[in-house]
């Protein structure tokens, strides 16, 4: 007898599950540069792709058909009976899209951390070995009736099943892969690689917290019964409650630590605390789950920053500390915090140790079958794409992509960097090859007797006085001006900022710069009212430049001088 309510739940999950590609696709664009997009986009896409089938093959025979201690069984095509582990009132079809979207997720978390490097072919491989094998057989350990279940092995909803398997292979992975180009200097201190568009990663924050509600919520594969109900709605207010208590302990951690609230970490810190909690919200109080968050919050940032200053680990989004390391704490403080069985609650010893046992059994399964998957990629086809195409971007070298966004032009200052460090050696043209340098001299036309002399007034200024700049000219009679946005620093070298713990020297700050020929306003007005508009009494109040125009011609006339600069009455 099937249950309308249950099967909906299911499906409602599913759909939910499903929408965290769109978060986690949006996630790594963000972390990442902006020439890289749309690999990313597509490794995110073709991995869900890929698993579906690769799952309907192979995987859910492994996990669910059979009670074996280490495997299910062999069941191609999922021809076999389920009727006996079907959730009560749920068809078939509902609980094997349920766990499809499931065997999905894993798989792509490994995407973020090998990004920018990675050969598009090698990732669709290790991507399919990852739905077909790896992530089955753990996942019978802990769901199907394997072993570890047999034991009381406790994961609601994949802390370990789902996000420390994507952890550890993310971890293999990065490290046999190396570091992008450019990533560290010639001392192995890192440095730091901003993400395109914080925008988006945030975006795609928000899109995974929210569907992580059905990610935990609707692992209760039923809404039949009081019971369920309720545990039902205090899944949702540990879940909520772990991620906004991890988002706080880390603005605060990174606040003292780097003397201003670091945004990306805060953002990862939301993921890691909803990764912690998703083995334990349904055992665990609202004040337990306050606690994984702050756990989360603060090991959240000293992962990152280990992975990436210790073991040199390049990680660009931070999946190995988000998915690997929260996912074991969260397993782990479980068998600490349940409130029924608990250690603390006075379940004693036996529960906890169980979580142990599972936590390291998995992460030793994924390791070692990940590093033969890895290996075999690395010295067959190839891994990592090559120097020149991570370089100049895997959009347009993988997929003949361009650019992810035609209009906007793309950072180079990191591409600068590395190009430095993959070709140190200075270039020299080639046998065939001809520079020649062509060089001109304008001849103005000779000033006028009695004209006004023409000057240049170049300012440099914080772009949030322009506007102030721009009405105080006005005020004046300065109607003419050319204003570029540009990137510069004085003598003192910009100011020493950290992103993802990574000290970042911001040699070159956003500032804007306005040219002003004038001939009819005195030049010294237009200096004295561009210092009290723009003097704050701080460094990088600006510069002002002040330049002889020995001629000016109007394009449309053919006037010079004096003439080219008036407008027509």
Not at 179 to 192: M, V
Request: aromatic share 10%; charged share 15%; proline share 3%.
């Amino acid at each position: 007898m099937y249950s309308a309510v249950n099967t909906i739940w299911v499906l409602l999950g599913a759909a939910l599950v499903f929408f965290m590609q769109a978060g986690f696709a949006m996630c790594e664009a963000g972390f990442t540069r902006a020439k890289n997009t749309g690999n990313i986009l597509m490794k995110n896409l073709m991995d869900f792709c890929i698993g579906t089938p690769i799952f309907w093959l192979l995987g859910f025979g492994l996990m669910f058909g059979g009670a074996g201690a280490i495997i299910g069984g062999f069941d191609p095509f999922v021809q076999g009976d389920y009727s006996a582990i079907l959730p009560e009132g749920v068809p078939f079809f509902a609980f094997f899209i349920f766990q499809t979207v499931f065997c999905a997720t894993a798989a792509t978390i490994v995407s973020g951390a090998m990004a920018e490097r990675t050969k598009f072919i090698s990732y669709c491989i290790y991507s399919l070995m990852i739905s077909a094998v790896v992530y089955p057989v753990s996942g019978h350990w802990i769901w199907g009736g394997g072993w570890l279940s047999q034991l009381g092995f406790h994961d609601f909803a994949g802390s370990t099943a789902v996000h420390m398997v994507g952890g550890v292979a993310s971890l293999i992975g990065a490290k046999i892969l190396g570091p992008r180009i450019g990533k560290y200097d010639k001392e192995g201190k890192p440095r730091a690689i901003l993400g395109h568009n914080l925008s988006i990663a945030a975006l795609g924050v928000f899109i995974l917290w929210f569907c992580w509600f059905g990610f935990n919520g609707c692992s209760t594969v039923s809404m039949t019964g009081d019971d369920t109900i309720i545990a039902a709605g205090r899944i949702f207010v540990t879940t909520n409650m772990s991620a906004a208590v991890a988002c706080v302990t880390t603005m605060l951690f990174t606040w003292i630590r780097f003397r201003k609230p670091d945004v990306s970490m805060t953002f990862n810190a939301a993921l890691g605390g909803l990764v912690a909690i998703t083995a334990g919200c349904d055992v665990v109080s609202v004040e337990g789950a306050a606690i994984i968050g702050i756990c989360a919050g603060i090991v959240l940032p000293l992962a990152v920053e280990f992975f990436d200053k210790v073991l040199k680990i390049d990680d660009p989004v931070g999946a190995i500390s988000v998915h690997g390391v929260c996912g074991a704490m969260g397993t782990l403080l479980t068998g600490l915090l349940a409130v029924d069985g608990g250690l603390f609650y006075g379940g004693g010893a036996s529960f906890f140790l169980t979580q142990c046992l599972g936590v390291i059994c998995v992460i030793a399964w994924v390791a070692v079958t990940m590093l033969i998957v890895f290996s075999v990629i690395k010295h067959t086809i190839g891994l990592r794409a090559s120097a020149v195409e991570e370089l100049e971007g895997l959009d347009i070298h993988e997929h003949g992509l361009p650019t992810a966004y035609a209009d906007f032009s793309q950072s180079t200052s990191m591409t600068a960097v590395a190009k430095a460090d993959a070709y140190p050696e200075p270039y020299h043209a080639g046998q065939n090859e001809v520079l020649e340098v062509v060089q001109t001299v304008a001849q103005p036309a000779a000033r006028a007797e009695g004209q006004p002399k023409l000057t240049n007034v170049t300012i440099i200024c914080n772009q949030a006085k322009f506007e102030d700049l721009k009405s105080a000219m006005n005020g004046i009679g300065v109607t003419g001006m050319t204003v570029t946005q540009v990137l510069g620093c004085g003598i003192q070298k910009g100011t020493t900022e950290y992103y993802r713990g990574v000290p970042m020297t911001m040699n070159l700050l956003p500032k804007v710069q306005v040219e002003i020929v004038v001939s009819k306003v005195p030049v010294a007005q237009v200096v004295d009212t561009a210092k009290k508009v723009l003097y704050t009494g701080g460094i990088g109040d600006g510069k002002i430049f002040v330049y002889d125009v020995e001629d000016v011609v109007k394009v449309r006339t053919g006037e010079h001088g004096y003439d080219a600069l008036q407008g027509e009455e």
